[in-house]
């Protein structure tokens, strides 16, 4: 399937459908004629897990069906394998609903193991163990599940809350994601890893991980197969870093904002970096981890259209020996559409839905599309995982990426604790924390 950023129709386009149903969802969020996603409690017995009973059999089905029809629909433009699709897709919803189920199990919710780790490995112990299946290779639409997921996470940016905050959150997101990136970049390219690959990995160390992966895979036109390496990774260190980082922030007796935005910061993965606050302990803790993280997708779509501009305008024409000067039209084909449907559903929330419906009314429409985008996220990583081979996973370009990401990563925690030092420590002035 073409990745969407080139001149393929629109209604054959990848990208722009993602933009099509993502917004889709919101608007039936807005109006109120969205179905509800499964209500999943936090449980220590599977009978707490389903606080709503047997209705939660029709929600699931409801849910179900609407999923499938919406991308069905995409999908016929886009010629996928329809028979095939639908029987797989059962498969992969099914394996969805598990994930999320397992991940609010009160202790594995409690460290934050998140619904898109569980479904990364029931799509690596299939991928790894045993063949997989034609339906669900026909199914398994990794990035397409992906950009909708995106697009609905756009209803979740409310510029109000990244403002209420001070322009402290702002000021770490861009000093980090700014200083991280070429870090990042630098020490992969002394790894000897491509142009392309090096910038997907600084993407995704510098600002939010599994998002601005996908956004720089698409902006760069990357290889997809290390844009799913480097998906799988993210996961994998978050996890490790909400075991390690706490516990060192309070080894060094960090004030509960000052460790917040310090794991913010470094974390890759929001539902993670919120988890990790919360183990931290604290109000302050736990609301600014999340304005931190928050500030960072911000810089998604800014993100996106430089490195698109930057692919376009040097390294297209230096590795095709190119000397003539391309045209601002290819940075447009190039540019990921769904960008800008991410940025588009965060400018409906946040200024026409907000002032039309009210803060509490607009919360609950951020809050439906949240359950949208996990549960396409959700989606999304069992396919990576029916894709991924764990061996090469570990050995992709003899291990050097690997090996740059995380020694990369751990020069990311020690520069981010310098900058939280400076903004959040109480050194140098007092950083005003978001109100509830």
Request: glycine share 10%; net charge positive; hydrophobic share 55%.
């Given at each position: 399937?073409?990745?969407?950023?080139?001149?393929?129709?629109?209604?054959?386009?990848?990208?722009?459908?993602?933009?099509?149903?993502?917004?889709?969802?919101?608007?039936?969020?807005?109006?109120?004629?969205?179905?509800?996603?499964?209500?999943?409690?936090?449980?220590?017995?599977?009978?707490?897990?389903?606080?709503?009973?047997?209705?939660?059999?029709?929600?699931?089905?409801?849910?179900?069906?609407?999923?499938?029809?919406?991308?069905?629909?995409?999908?016929?433009?886009?010629?996928?394998?329809?028979?095939?699709?639908?029987?797989?897709?059962?498969?992969?919803?099914?394996?969805?609903?598990?994930?999320?189920?397992?991940?609010?199990?009160?202790?594995?919710?409690?460290?934050?193991?998140?619904?898109?780790?569980?479904?990364?490995?029931?799509?690596?112990?299939?991928?790894?163990?045993?063949?997989?299946?034609?339906?669900?290779?026909?199914?398994?639409?990794?990035?397409?599940?992906?950009?909708?997921?995106?697009?609905?996470?756009?209803?979740?940016?409310?510029?109000?809350?990244?403002l209420k905050g001070g322009f402290v959150g702002l000021i770490q997101a861009v000093l980090v994601a700014t200083s991280v990136w070429f870090m990042t970049y630098w020490i992969c390219r002394r790894f000897r890893v491509s142009e392309r690959f090096s910038a997907i990995i600084a993407s995704a160390n510098a600002i939010c991980?599994?998002?601005?992966?996908?956004?720089?895979?698409g902006a760069i036109q990357g290889n997809k197969k290390e844009v799913s390496y480097m998906i799988a990774w993210v996961l994998v260190c978050a996890v490790i870093l909400i075991l390690v980082m706490p516990p060192?922030?309070?080894?060094?007796?960090?004030?509960?904002?000052?460790?917040?935005?310090?794991?913010?910061?470094?974390?890759?993965?929001?539902?993670?970096?919120?988890?990790?606050?919360?183990?931290?302990?604290?109000?302050?803790?736990?609301?600014?981890?999340?304005?931190?993280?928050?500030?960072?997708?911000?810089?998604?779509?800014?993100?996106?259209?430089?490195?698109?501009?930057?692919?376009?305008?040097?390294?297209?024409?230096?590795?095709?020996?190119?000397?003539?000067?391309?045209?601002?039209?290819?940075?447009?084909?190039?540019?990921?559409?769904?960008?800008?449907?991410?940025?588009?559903?965060?400018?409906?929330?946040?200024?026409?839905?907000?002032?039309?419906?009210?803060?509490?009314?607009?919360?609950?429409?951020?809050?439906?599309?949240?359950?949208?985008?996990?549960?396409?996220?959700?989606?999304?990583?069992?396919?990576?995982?029916?894709?991924?081979?764990?061996?090469?996973?570990?050995?992709?370009?003899?291990?050097?990426?690997?090996?740059?990401?995380?020694?990369?990563?751990?020069?990311?925690?020690?520069?981010?604790?310098?900058?939280?030092?400076?903004?959040?420590?109480?050194?140098?002035?007092?950083?005003?924390?978001?109100?509830?």
């Open positions: 399937m073409n990745n969407g950023n080139d001149r393929t129709p629109v209604l054959k386009n990848e990208d722009w459908w993602a933009v099509f149903i993502g917004l889709f969802i919101v608007l039936l969020a807005i109006v109120g004629w969205l179905p509800h996603a499964p209500k999943i409690a936090k449980w220590t017995s599977l009978a707490a897990a389903f606080p709503k009973g047997a209705s939660t059999i029709g929600t699931t089905v409801a849910l179900f069906i609407f999923i499938c029809v919406i991308t069905m629909i995409g999908g016929a433009f886009m010629k996928f394998d329809l028979k095939r699709y639908i029987p797989g897709f059962i498969v992969i919803f099914a394996l969805t609903f598990i994930a999320i189920l397992i991940s609010n199990q009160a202790f594995i919710k409690k460290w934050g193991i998140e619904y898109v780790l569980w479904a990364l490995v029931f799509g690596l112990i299939i991928s790894n163990f045993f063949k997989v299946p034609q339906i669900l290779r026909a199914a398994g639409q990794t990035e397409f599940f992906i950009k909708i997921g995106l697009v609905c996470m756009g209803a979740n940016i409310f510029f109000t809350d990244v991980g599994v998002s601005a992966t996908i956004a720089a895979g060192i922030a309070k080894w060094m007796n960090l004030p509960n904002n000052w460790a917040g935005a310090w794991v913010g910061g470094v974390i890759d993965n929001t539902g993670a970096v919120v988890a990790a606050g919360g183990v931290i302990g604290g109000d302050a803790a736990y609301k600014v981890a999340a304005m931190v993280k928050m500030a960072q997708n911000v810089l998604i779509g800014l993100a996106a259209f430089l490195m698109a501009l930057w692919a376009t305008m040097s390294l297209d024409r230096k590795e095709a020996g190119d000397m003539e000067r391309p045209s601002f039209m290819e940075i447009w084909y190039r540019f990921p559409k769904f960008v800008l449907g991410f940025v588009l559903a965060s400018l409906i929330i946040s200024f026409v839905a907000q002032p039309a419906m009210g803060a509490e009314a607009a919360k609950k429409v951020g809050s439906l599309c949240k359950n949208y985008r996990n549960w396409f996220f959700a989606l999304c990583f069992v396919s990576i995982g029916l894709e991924t081979n764990f061996k090469e996973l570990v050995s992709v370009g003899g291990g050097r990426p690997a090996a740059a990401y995380w020694i990369s990563q751990t020069a990311n925690a020690i520069w981010t604790l310098f900058i939280t030092w400076i903004l959040w420590s109480g050194t140098f002035f007092t950083a005003v924390i978001p109100p509830d």
